[in-house]
């Protein structure tokens, strides 16, 4: 269990800058998400930590080893990947003592920590089986029992749960949390899911092209978002944003909204104080979970009518049209709303952002 | 705009039977979606429709007229594969022209569809490129999309469209879907094995498993009414809960036990089918159980195991005695490991479920 | 300390890169000089080409290069005194080994390629014990069959005839086009082809315009295999031909200098006999180059 210390990691592939002076730090036992689109760059700096690249320039440190030289084995880490790793001319009791054939010194001792690595993701009752006897989700749990039952100084998970069926994937997904908890260890993991990363992880990284966007627990990230493509990539479905002018009329702060207008809240009249001259180009980022609809009219809300309707099953997403202004709420399956119908939405102020839409940052 | 229909399909292959008596009935214009697990047979009822492979039993009608003595090059059917297949030795242009090159479109013609469907799919970059194999899946994906809509057939198969993509990118294809059915107005048959998709696309959703359709209808009543506990647990994200226990008559109603609790069961019109003493299965939907509820009958204290924190809700695991149950909640709850809360579980939401076949009870 | 390690890092790859290239050209010495030994010996004259220990250095003639062609009567010239060239004939035998290996070539291409096709996409009742029976051959040892054939050919009236070696030539080339080609076929994603019967296509269109296109690479290889098979065979074209069709490798065996052998003659018939189809495999790589830069579009899962 490490703190795992990556500093001004750039990694240039031909003519492609794969990642641009990354630093992350993860403090030990903690559970931090590498979390991107696909081409961010976030397998690439999985592999640098993990020993299977190495980096163009910049280093990598466990405590304060720098290990950036050192090939994966010597780094003591332990891997799994989108594809279950089993060895088939064995059984699963043999797969998983066989990555801890080295560490323990006693028969004894090997069967109690595969037993227990083994009940930890619930396959006691396939230890017996060879692998073409076990459907794919349990093989993977196999996979993860291998790594979490070593003594690694950093566990490290490439997407391990991006090929299974979203069943399998919920279940195991949920019991991520209680798997690090008994493990203890310090976890990287990779993935491009971001309800996977807000789901388990202690403190999520972002990157995209190369470069770190913003590195906060989820809460942060969700509710404090840097710029705009943290904005929208976190949180799903995918945050509203629309186009806005801003005006200050009677010290109250105003920002249009299609055809209407709605006051914004006084931490973002404090916030925008500083900008005076600046108040073009403004976006408002609101999520679908933030706004409600009301067929009768309330105050301080913006008229508008219901242009579709999707199902998620048990919510509704519902997209709204204002005048030039089109934006999605999320609402309950019972609600009586039709297409075409006039109503009313209402946006929780406390969660409003106010974007920069030239620099893409995030004001407040 | 086509009617479709399927009658008693059949289709094996070898000793594997892939489709097992398939009925399906789509209306003209509908945009219907084949929801089923890998194996379920999605993609042989696709193929069989589109003509490449032939049913062993069974028919298929376009507006009522059999279309098994047709050859798929006649059928007038587009068909969007789960492989992509592009052809690799020809241009994205040439990739997307093709179908309207085989049907002798005039060369004008074909200029102006496959720029309108590229520009359409935001593609139309991409048309001069030599090889396929270089595009990212994305763009893949939509070079394929592009050859299947540049004509106008009398329907569309659409295979697991978008199930390659990164979750994200499917959000948003999700909603994509909808607005070109809108535009199209065709018939479409949409197979995938992800029910969030299947309900965000489609009017109505057929529940295919192990070659046969298990209930073929809106996405509410499947939520409310699943016919079998297959269509309970495949639909739902989290998976519904399922408890096995006891149902016994008493004074005020049907109860529900297992070791570890006790359940009132409201007016579910299961009553007919119940009897005293036997063993039921019980159904609760996570968003159907209510967190820090006030106490009264069907109020539990449960243990909290995990809280996946997801932004607009948060899903709970939650423990009561040995039953592990999935709660939702709205918004970022502060809930943390063993923390301890009052549940409810409301009578009148549960689904019960025939222990042996697996049939709900209504 | 990150300057010392990327030293250090230079240092481990230039070593590697020094002995890659090391390795690299010994094999290509090992490759390149009988060739070159070949050409150079087809540049001396007799007695240069004895010399022990052998000549690097010398003086090239081209004598032997005509000699093919133009034989000089040193035993008439003897006698009458009177230098002589008679033309030997030879152009005939290079224009048969051409007839014959093109003509086998393509037969055993067509047939086989179609041949492969149905196999690999139609599976006709059969097929297992099919394509076995067709390996089989390949186990034969050719010399088994020598003298049969040779009989049932005088019998038919095949000896010393174009189509008699071609059929031969074709008969043992036709397996082997079929194995190759299934096996290349049988690469092809289905989807692909489902895709452009569903795009319109009967399955003539599919065959020619989808699936070849795919499979060329194989067929390059193929070609290329076959043509080392027909273009060098020996024993079944000196069976079987006499004067008029004889092949060059039969023309190699029988070059007799008047005194002993000219190692220089023989020398400079196969340096010219390997230059085509040394050309031909040239152009062929190129082709199955390009061929394997379209790789296989699929759909990343």
Redesign the interface.
Known sequence: MVKVRAENITKIFKTLKALDNVSVTVDHGLFFCLLGPSGSGKTTLMRIIAGLETPTSGSVFFDDEDVTDLSPSERNIAMVFQFPSIYPSLNVYDNIALAIRREVKSKQDERERVRWAASLLRIEEHLNKRHHEIDFGILQRVSIAKAIVRNARVFIFDEPLSNLDTKLRESLRSEFQRIHREVGGTFIYVTHDQLEAMAIADRIGILRDGRLQQVGSPDEIYYHPVNKFVAYFIGSPTINFIDTKLKLVESKLYASVGDSHIELGEAAKFALQSRQDKLENIQLGVRPHDISISTAPVSDSIPCYVNYIESLGTVLLVELKSGSASFKCLCDAGLNVREGMQVYAVFNKEHIHVIDAETEMVII | MTRVEIRGLKKSFGPVQALKGINLEVESGALVALLGPTGAGKTTLLKCIAGVEEPDAGDILFDGQSVLGTPPWRRDVAMFFQTYALYPHMSVYDNIAYPLKERKWGREDIDKSVKAVAEKLRIAHLLDRKDPSTLSGGEMQRVALARTLVRNPRVFLLDEPISNLDAKLREEMRTEFKRLHRELKQTIIYATPDFLEAFAVAEKVAVIKDGVILQYDTPINLMRRPKNRFVATFIGSPTINIMRGIVRRQAHGWEFSTTSLKIQLGNIGASSKLSDGSEVELAIRPQDIVLEAPKNSNSFKAKILAAERLGYETIVTLSLGDVELKAVSKGMRPYRYGDEVTINIPGDRVILFDVASGEAMY | ??NS?NN??GRRKIVRTVLIYISAIIAVIFFIFPIYWLVATSLKTRAQAFSTPPLFVWEPTFRNFIDIFLKRQTEIEAITGQELELATGAETFFYNSFVVTFSSIAIATVIGVLAAYSFSRYKPAGTNTLMFFILSTRMLPAIVVAIPIYFFYRSLGLYNTYIGLILLYTMFNLPFAVWMMKSFFDEV?R??E?????????PV?VFYK?AL??VLVGLGATIGFLIINVWNEFLFALLLTERATRTVPVMIAGTRGEVGINWGLIAAIETLYILPALVLIFVLQRFLLRGM?????????
């Open positions: 300390m990150a390690r250090r890092r994603p989807d692909i489902q895709a452009a019967l569903v795009d319109g296509s009967n269109k989808i296109p795919q830069t379209f790789g296989t579009v699929r759909g990343a899962k």
